[in-house]
C-alpha cells in the first residue's frame, strides 16, 4: 500500500476560468511543479489519474436543474452561473465534473486499500450549494462526496476547514445533519465573503453543538488560529467519526491578494499533522485532503506540499 494518493493529471487544468480571474490554472501548475521536485521519486506516493463525475455522481448533492443550467451554460460559454464571481465558459461543466470525479476517485483508493490517505489539489469547492454556483464554485465536490460516502455506509463524517473563506456550501447544507462534524475556522464574514460563520452557528436542531465555527479577525496568523484550533481539539477528541475530509484552502497564508489573513505554512502542517494522527487513531487512516483556495500561487504550492509532507510523516 501506498501512503498517499495525489490526484494529478491535465484534465486539472481545465478548471480555470478565462480573464485574468484568480482561480486560474497557474493555481495548479505551480503546485504541480514544486510537487514533481520534492515527491516526483518518492516511494509511497501514487499518482492518481483525474476521471470526470457522471451526472448520476453529480445528482447525489445537485439539482438535476442546476446541473442542466450548467451544462447550457458551457455550451453557450459567456455570461455567470453566480451573481459575478463564478463566470461561464466553453467546456465549464465537463472541468467541474473533472473536480468532483477526481474528489470520488481519491476516496475510492482509499477504500480500495491501494492508499491510507488521498490528496486533490483541484477539490475543496465548499461554497457551491445544491442549487447554485458561488465563490469560484461550479459544483460542491464535498457534498457529493459526503453523500456517496453515506452510501457506502459512512455515517459519522468529519469536516476540517482551514481555507480563509468560511465554507458556507457545506455548512448550510448539514446545518441540521447530526452526523457530520465541521470545525471551520476563516476569516471573520464581516470582513471577507461569504460573509457568514459565526460563532453562534453550531448547527440547528437535533445538529445543534455538532459544528464549530471559529472566525478569526482580520490580519490574525499562525498563533491566534492555533490556539483556537487547540481548543477545538479537545471537541474533536470526543467523537468517532469513520471519515476525515480537510479542506485545506491556502488563501489565508500571508500575502494572499484577496484575503487578510497572515498564516504561514506551519498552520497547514500542524493542523493537518493532527488531523493525520487522528485518522489512524479513530478511522483507520481513512483521510481525503482536498486543495481549496489560494491565489498567491507560491503560497498554494508550498501549503499544499506540507499538507502531503505530514501524510508521509516527513518533517518538513
Given at each position: 500500500m501506498c501512503r498517499v494518493g495525489v490526484?494529478?493529471?491535465?484534465?486539472?487544468?481545465?478548471?480555470?476560468?478565462?480573464?485574468?480571474?484568480?482561480?486560474?490554472?497557474?493555481?495548479?501548475?505551480?503546485?504541480?511543479?514544486?510537487?514533481?521536485?520534492?515527491?516526483?521519486?518518492?516511494?509511497?506516493?501514487?499518482?492518481?489519474?483525474?476521471?470526470?463525475?457522471?451526472?448520476?455522481?453529480?445528482?447525489?448533492?445537485?439539482?438535476?436543474?442546476?446541473?442542466?443550467?450548467?451544462?447550457?451554460?458551457?455550451?453557450?460559454?459567456?455570461?455567470?452561473?453566480?451573481?459575478?464571481?463564478?463566470?461561464?465558459?466553453?467546456?465549464?461543466?465537463?472541468?467541474?465534473?473533472?473536480?468532483?470525479?477526481?474528489?470520488?476517485?481519491?476516496?475510492?483508493?482509499?477504500?480500495?486499500?491501494?492508499?491510507?490517505?488521498?490528496?486533490?489539489?483541484?477539490?475543496?469547492?465548499?461554497?457551491?450549494?445544491?442549487?447554485?454556483?458561488?465563490?469560484?464554485?461550479?459544483?460542491?465536490?464535498?457534498?457529493?462526496?459526503?453523500?456517496?460516502?453515506?452510501?457506502?455506509?459512512?455515517?459519522?463524517?468529519?469536516?476540517?476547514?482551514?481555507?480563509?473563506?468560511?465554507?458556507?456550501?457545506?455548512?448550510?447544507?448539514?446545518?441540521?445533519?447530526?452526523?457530520?462534524?465541521?470545525?471551520?475556522?476563516?476569516?471573520?464574514g464581516r470582513y471577507l465573503y461569504p460573509g457568514t460563520g459565526f460563532a453562534s452557528e453550531k448547527g440547528r436542531g437535533q445538529a445543534e453543538g455538532t459544528k464549530l465555527n471559529i472566525p478569526l479577525p482580520p490580519y490574525s496568523g499562525d498563533e491566534e488560529a492555533l490556539e483556537k484550533w487547540g481548543e477545538a481539539t479537545a471537541w474533536l477528541e470526543t467523537l468517532t467519526p469513520e471519515l476525515i475530509i480537510l479542506q485545506c484552502g491556502a488563501d489565508g497564508l500571508s500575502g494572499d491578494p484577496l484575503t487578510h489573513l497572515r498564516y504561514s505554512t506551519r498552520l497547514h502542517r500542524e493542523i493537518s499533522g493532527w488531523l493525520h494522527g487522528f485518522s489512524h487513531r479513530v478511522c483507520e487512516a481513512r483521510m481525503i485532503a482536498l486543495g481549496g483556495g489560494g491565489y498567491n500561487i507560491e503560497n498554494v504550492a508550498s501549503a499544499w506540499c506540507a499538507v502531503i509532507a505530514t501524510l508521509l510523516d516527513w518533517s518538513y
Open positions: 490526484v494529478l493529471g491535465p484534465e486539472l487544468e481545465k478548471y480555470s476560468f478565462p480573464g485574468g480571474h484568480p482561480f486560474n490554472r497557474e493555481r495548479y501548475l505551480a503546485f504541480q511543479k514544486l510537487f514533481g521536485e520534492r515527491f516526483g521519486a518518492v516511494e509511497g506516493v501514487l499518482i492518481i489519474k483525474p476521471r470526470p463525475a457522471t451526472r448520476e455522481e453529480l445528482s447525489l448533492y445537485h439539482d438535476p436543474v442546476y446541473i442542466d443550467f450548467v451544462g447550457r451554460a458551457s455550451r453557450w460559454g459567456r455570461g455567470y452561473l453566480d451573481y459575478g464571481d463564478t463566470p461561464a465558459f466553453p467546456g465549464v461543466f465537463e472541468a467541474a465534473a473533472y473536480t468532483v470525479g477526481s474528489t470520488l476517485e481519491a476516496f475510492d483508493m482509499i477504500l480500495s486499500g491501494r492508499v491510507e490517505h488521498a490528496f486533490n489539489p483541484l477539490g475543496g469547492l465548499h461554497h457551491a450549494r445544491r442549487g447554485s454556483a458561488g465563490g469560484f464554485c461550479v459544483f460542491n465536490d464535498i457534498g457529493v462526496l459526503i453523500e456517496a460516502a453515506r452510501r457506502r455506509g459512512f455515517r459519522k463524517i468529519l469536516y476540517v476547514d482551514i481555507d480563509a473563506h468560511h465554507g458556507d456550501g457545506v455548512y448550510y447544507d448539514y446545518e441540521e445533519d447530526p452526523e457530520l462534524y465541521i470545525v471551520d475556522i476563516h476569516e471573520d
